[in-house]
């Protein structure tokens, strides 16, 4: 598969409003990035069965039926093609404790979902800028 065809951000998140709104922010800040979608964490498993690439970032939502946020984290961090592909934690949840666990897991990343679409469109930006510059986008 040619790398410019290459889906290089995997999303997974239980909410199709969430979904919509994260699909929105990458194409008016981040056209270029090119996204899979999945439903929850076992679905984003399978999904990256089906490439032959690592992809250049994985965000994650936390509470998703099937497989969590951080069983899919830990899934991916125990997988040795995904120890060093940077993951996002992006949720609803501001707890402490979750982002502590969070880091645990190895993610790089935890962030709370913003209230509206301008904040989000300036968090896609800002993972575009740290985590996609010089790669897929």
Not at 15 to 28: G, K, M, Q, S, V
Request: hydrophobic share 40%.
């Amino acid at each position: 598969m040619n790398q410019n065809t290459y889906p290089c951000v995997f999303i997974a998140d239980d909410d199709e409003d969430d979904r919509y709104l994260l699909n929105l922010a990458f194409a008016r800040h981040s056209p270029q990035c090119r996204l899979v979608f999945a439903h929850d964490g076992l679905a984003l498993l399978d999904a990256l069965a089906h490439y032959e690439m690592v992809p250049e970032l994985i965000i994650l939502d936390m509470n998703m039926p099937r497989l969590n946020g951080f069983e899919a984290l830990e899934a991916l961090r125990d997988h040795p093609f995904y120890l060093t592909t940077p993951v996002v934690i992006l949720t609803t949840s501001d707890a402490e404790t979750d982002r502590q666990r969070a880091q645990q897991l190895g993610a790089n990343e935890f962030i709370t979902k913003p209230i509206n679409s301008e904040l989000l469109g300036q968090i896609v930006t800002r993972l575009r800028v740290d985590w996609l510059e010089g790669n897929c986008c």
